[in-house]
């Protein structure tokens, strides 16, 4: 739960405030559904919020709650360096911003009016005075933007915890319900008040009762409101003149980056590096929308390193928890003042496309299983999307040699994956999967070098090969149906690799694959293993991590 809360003074309360407000809409769209069912229920639902937002202690909390965090959102636009950001952070800011401007009718003629001129603001009330008007189009509007901008937030803020990924279908089912929960309830009882009312002794009955203010109340009211609307416009412009300010000093002084294996950049001083990156284009990977409540930002300074100024405790136990060399920091937390040199340790690549066979096609084929060993010690203690990178960045190195030589990766299984060499025959197939464990050897052995570098442990791996007949084809429902492999062969590859470990091996070789290669395995030591679930009996080539392929084999692989 402690990376849930890291950040400086002003990003917890942020989130504390959010959350508080998060709460107070949920419970009020809620007590807005209920009028599905019935006025009554839904004014009693409404007798009990009132009674914690309205008491000395919970109207405190509320309204300390939204002054925060609407006061640290506009300090927060205010001291940005550029309005370059991702589409969900333009999104939610934009929402953020329109929510005061609707808000402020709402809070005049409820809250104000019953602490002014004594009006029961029942819900009637409220429906009554904005039903069939542009302020009802507005007001339902209004409760939309606000759950979006909260389950924006919600979401960036949760989504690296276990709870949030494992029960996310069902929260994205439940951030749907509720404004249509909310919506529908306001429907529903709109329909009651605009009948009601349109019998002049009930219409006058029920004024009465709501104790209904008279026109001069109304236009005390109107103009309340316009005031407030026209502060918040002028904080608006104080807050895009602080903006426009800023840039303009910024723009008389500029700093330039390198960024190894990538561009050299000019940017004004005063932006963090990260926003240095992004408005100049540069690919710079950060999860937590730069936060600092993530790692994946961070950069080796390799000159200027000195000219920067320490680390925040924040930022120092981030990069303490991922074992960072000294002359690592998170670009989303520094500010180069002087020119320096930075290598980008995680570096967004985009996204890959498959085509997919849409029947069954039955083929002998060759089929490696990779699995990464003492992956859970490895990690424990780690952050989640540290841990996420690093598989990211075994796979970036291990993937390719695969693919160089013919290879698909047919599906990643957590630590490991599922590889299959389809070419245009049985042979080609063999040779094709033993060239790509020979090149993940080599692949792997630089790779290490990196993490030895960087201070980290080596990585070591299981492979298994096998080959033989295999059903490849789209399973799944219509629509939701990816390629993928089944067979008896893909069990006996798999335990294969599991058997590695066992061996104290890297890799197990079937004489399957061997043969089918065209290699003699008269004169090779081949082991024979018992394995589970595996109907015969398999005679497999051990390979030690310290043997290439090509030297068990006596031969060149072509």
Known sequence: MTILWRGNWATKIRIGSGLVLF??????????????????????????????????????????????????????????????????????????????????????????????????????????????????????????????????????????????????????????????????????????????????????MLQET?????????????????????????????????????????????????????????????????????????????????????????????????????????????????????????????????????????????????SHASQGQERRLAILFLDMRGFTARTTGQLPYDVVFLLNRFFDAIVPPIMTAGGTVDKYLGDGLLAVFETADEKSSALAALKAAESIRTALTSFNRTLIDEKQAEVKIGIGLHLGDVVLGEIGAAGNAPRTLIGDTVNAASRLEAQTKELGVELLVSDAVLKSAGISTDALNLVTLELRGVSEPIKALAVPRQVLLDSALTRKLP
């Open 23 to 204: 709460v107070f809409a949920l419970l009020h769209f809620l007590n807005i559904g209920l009028g599905l069912f019935s006025s009554d229920l839904m004014e009693q639902a409404q007798e009990w919020r009132k009674f914690v937002t309205r008491s000395l202690l919970g109207g405190l909390i509320l309204y300390a709650a939204l002054t925060a965090h609407a006061g640290l959102a506009l300090w927060k636009v205010a001291q940005r360096r550029t309005l370059r950001l991702p589409v969900w952070e333009f999104v939610q800011i934009t929402f953020g911003l329109m929510i005061p401007l609707m808000l402020f009718a709402h809070v005049f003629h409820t809250r104000v009016a019953h602490q002014v001129y004594g009006v029961n603001d029942q819900f009637g009330y409220i429906i009554a005075l904005i039903w069939g008007s542009n302020d009802g189009i507005i007001q339902a509007v209004l409760m939309l933007i606000v759950w979006a901008h909260g389950c924006i937030g919600m979401h960036f803020w949760l989504r690296s915890t276990k709870f949030w990924t494992r029960y996310l279908p069902y929260l994205i089912g439940l951030s749907v319900f509720v404004p249509g929960f909310g919506l529908a309830g306001y429907l529903t009882e709109g329909r009651r008040v605009e009948i009601a009312f349109a019998d002049p002794e009930t219409r006058a």
């Open 210 to 354: 709501y104790n209904w203010p008279d026109q001069n109340a109304f236009l005390a009211l109107i103009a309340g409101t316009n005031m407030a609307v026209n502060i918040f416009w002028g904080l608006l412009a104080l807050v895009a003149l602080a903006y426009l300010a800023r840039k303009y000093v910024m723009g008389r002084n500029s700093v330039r980056i390198h960024y190894v294996d990538g561009p050299d950049v000019t940017s004004p001083k005063g932006l963090t590096l990260l926003e240095m990156s992004r408005s100049n284009g540069v690919p710079h990977t950060a999860l937590c929308g730069g936060r600092g409540r993530c790692t994946t930002c961070r950069v080796v300074v390799e000159e200027g390193a000195e000219l920067l100024q320490p680390p925040s405790a924040a930022e120092l136990a981030s990069l303490r928890a991922v074992n960072a060399p000294p002359n690592t920091r998170l670009a989303c937390q520094i500010r180069p003042t002087e020119s320096a040199s930075v290598f980008r340790v995680f570096r967004p690549d985009g996204r890959r496309t498959r």
